[in-house]
């Protein structure tokens, strides 16, 4: 086989590479390289970019020209003994493959940002363990695809598989934090996003960089004390007299219910009567779609009794988490902790009218030693009543009711502290020698 390269003149300044691939008269085809030069800088004879020329691009455009020949020519020994057909078709896929380039809608073959937007527009027809890829999965990949969308606006490049690399990762991280002001947190799961992604990206016999496995291309985390309400503070919370105000009376009640039945915030403020069976709440969860009957506490049966049998007002999650915390103010939780936070919530118009709306923008997580009221959220709901039951009852019962799915999600979420260890020990022995 030869392989000759040469250019043609035409009107603009550049002259495009062409290739020309043949073999006496059995094969014999051209195609453009997608390399230009400009005409009076090609040298005919050696089939290159003259040495004497001063462009920058020259050492570029000869290394790339050497090495596509040697590709050719080695993609020709393999496809000509298994009866490929050499054809214009076949010389100028070639070509596009070596140097990466693809079709517009074979762009994901090469590009990440690419990949993921198909990945993501692909997702509500896959299944994860048998089971469809839940709306708040795939907004969460949305959110990580986005923040990879405005690296690349940045960085003004655009990303391709084998650029995923360490290099990468700590440009990102620098971005993440200085321009996108995000906690390692944060950026923990845009990372854990990404490998999923890469992970993916292999499976499907993709070229990705394989440093994604690197140690160091890794989730950062940065933990924090998250709180509960123990058994007295709920107590306290149920018992305090908010009849000053119709707005906090209601925001406690609703508290008393996500307390005292370990449901989700898109769960217990969406309680319907219909709900209520016997002495039970029965309720299809929105997260997993599974059944879940939980015995209803004493505080929620007086709560429906002080309501005539009428649930409290539902209001949306972000005033819940707002007004939760002047609930917990007003029944004294001031105790500081070293936590984090969330800042400048977005707000909305309110049902109730003794409350002044201030604009605000951008949701952020800030860490800082803080009073525990300004700590409470609809998640202290979950994690006290999984918190308290802890040790009196089967982790699987609880499971159950909350509906976590392995014994790693579930222990995350209790917040016993190493003192309230040792009190229950004390406790436990105590009974023992009381029983002897």
Not at 107 to 122: A, G, M, N, Q
Not at 217 to 235: A, W
Request: hydrophobic share 30%; proline share 3%; aromatic share 12%.
């Amino acid at each position: 086989m030869k392989i000759r390269y040469f250019i043609i003149k035409g009107k603009s300044e550049l002259s495009s590479i062409y290739v020309r691939f043949w073999d006496s008269k059995r094969i014999d085809q051209k195609s453009r390289t997608g390399l230009s030069v400009k005409f009076n800088e090609w040298s005919e004879t050696k089939e290159q970019v003259k040495i004497s020329v001063t462009t920058p691009q020259k050492d570029f455009i000869n290394s790339k020209l050497r090495h596509l020949e040697n590709y050719l020519l080695e993609e020709y020994n393999i496809d000509y003994n298994t009866q490929q057909n050499i054809s214009s078709i076949w010389l100028k896929e070639k070509i596009k493959k070596f140097f990466g380039r693809a079709d517009k809608d074979e762009l994901y073959k090469i590009y990440f940002t690419d990949w993921v937007k198909k990945y993501i527009d692909d997702s509500p027809q896959r299944l994860y363990k048998g089971n469809p890829i839940s709306p708040r999965t795939i907004q969460h990949h949305i959110t990580a695809k986005n923040k990879l969308s405005n690296y690349e606006k940045h960085s003004n490049k655009k990303l391709r598989f084998q650029d995923i690399n360490l290099e990468f990762y700590r440009d990102f991280l620098f971005y993440c934090r200085n321009f996108e002001k995000l906690n390692d947190n944060t950026f923990g799961t845009q990372v854990a996003i990404l490998k999923t992604w890469c992970k993916n990206i292999e499976i499907e016999g993709l070229p990705i960089n394989q440093e994604y496995k690197h140690s160091e291309f890794r989730v950062l985390t940065n933990p924090t004390k998250d709180v509960y309400l123990t058994e007295n503070e709920i107590n306290a919370v149920f018992n305090h007299d908010f009849s000053h105000s119709e707005r906090l009376d209601n925001v406690r009640d609703n508290f008393i219910f996500g307390l005292r039945t370990g449901l989700r915030i898109s769960d217990f403020l969406k309680l319907e009567k219909f709900n209520f069976v016997g002495n039970y709440i029965e309720i299809i969860t929105k997260k997993t779609a599974h059944l879940v009957i939980i015995p209803m506490h004493q505080q929620i049966t007086a709560i429906l009794h002080k309501r005539n049998g009428n649930l409290p007002h539902q209001i949306s999650d972000a005033k819940f988490n707002e007004y939760v915390k002047e609930v917990c103010k007003a029944v004294g939780f001031t105790e500081m902790i070293e936590s984090a936070k969330m800042t400048n919530k977005k707000d909305e118009k309110d049902f109730f009218p003794d409350i002044t709306i201030i604009s605000k923008n951008k949701n952020r997580k800030v860490f800082g030693t803080f009073p525990k009221h300004e700590l409470i959220t609809s998640h202290t709901c979950r994690r006290s009543f999984a918190s308290n039951l802890y040790g009196k009852l089967s982790n699987m019962t609880i499971m159950a009711i909350t509906g976590h799915k392995t014994e790693t999600q579930f222990l995350k979420y209790i917040k016993i502290t190493p003192r309230e260890n040792a009190e229950k020990l004390k406790e436990h022995w105590e009974n023992e020698n009381n029983s002897q």
